[in-house]
């Protein structure tokens, strides 16, 4: 069965490094080279994927310039801007930002990119491959407005639309937990509620109910 992700990964000097390192047996389980007339998987995403990606507040995106040099950005705004439009495309409104237009002039030349989309409080990441395609509003205002944010601060530039290839979803080793501020709340939820709770009957066990104050002497 063939792994899409694995298939464009397992460049030649990849294997060779695997040989060297003691992993191509392995991968070669993996990825399809013991059965590459298989069945394709991770090439389409599916529901697990489509809840992930919508999930996020952000992701990381790497594209690679003309002249050979990678760059990688960060791409946030609120939950969701990320869009599943179908099992092979992605689209998010590009918010104006600080107008250096890096990845935007790589994908003019060379359109493949590599997203990584983190889930740090529960050590899980999404790797994708795919092809980037930048569409200006004068070129489509309606797709543009689509992608944008409600209630969003932010000027949408263009929109982004990227034709999945493939994903790979990726260990979960040395992810060191990080939480956002939405997600300790929901954490520290239950946590105030017990404190809550505590004080609230600290205080009818110091002061009960119906109890008369005792007298300093007898009749």
């Known amino acids: 069965m063939l792994h899409r992700w694995l298939e464009i990964a397992s460049t030649p000097s990849v294997k060779v490094a695997r ?7 392995q991968y070669a389980r993996l990825d399809g080279t013991l059965d590459g007339a298989g069945p394709v998987r991770n ?4 529901a697990a994927e489509t809840s992930f990606i919508e999930g996020r507040d952000g992701f990381y995106l790497a594209s690679v310039s003309e002249t050979g040099w990678p760059y990688v950005q960060y791409r946030g705004g609120p939950a969701g ?4 439009l179908d099992d092979h495309t992605l689209g998010f409104a590009d918010f104006r930002g600080n107008r250096q237009y890096v990845t ?6 060379n ?6 989309l983190m889930d740090y409080a529960h050590q899980r990441r999404l790797k994708i491959f795919g092809h980037l395609r930048m569409i200006d509003v004068s070129a489509d205002p ?12 932010a000027r949408s530039e263009r929109a982004a639309l990227i034709r999945v290839q493939a994903f790979d979803w990726n260990c979960p080793q040395h992810i060191t937990p990080r939480f956002t501020l939405e997600e300790l709340d929901q954490v ?3 946590v105030r509620e017990e404190i809550k709770s505590l004080r609230a009957e600290n205080q ?11 007298t300093a002497g007898h009749e």
């Open 19 to 25: 040989e060297r390192y003691g992993s191509a047996a």
């Open 43 to 46: 090439d389409r995403l599916g």
């Open 81 to 84: 801007f990320l869009r599943v």
């Open 104 to 109: 935007t002039g790589n994908v003019a030349e």
């Open 111 to 116: 359109d493949r990119v590599s997203l990584f």
């Open 142 to 153: 309606g797709l543009v407005s689509a992608l944008a944010v409600p209630d969003y601060a």
């Open 188 to 190: 520290l939820t239950p």
């Open 204 to 214: 009818r066990l110091r002061h009960p109910l119906g109890r008369e104050p005792e």
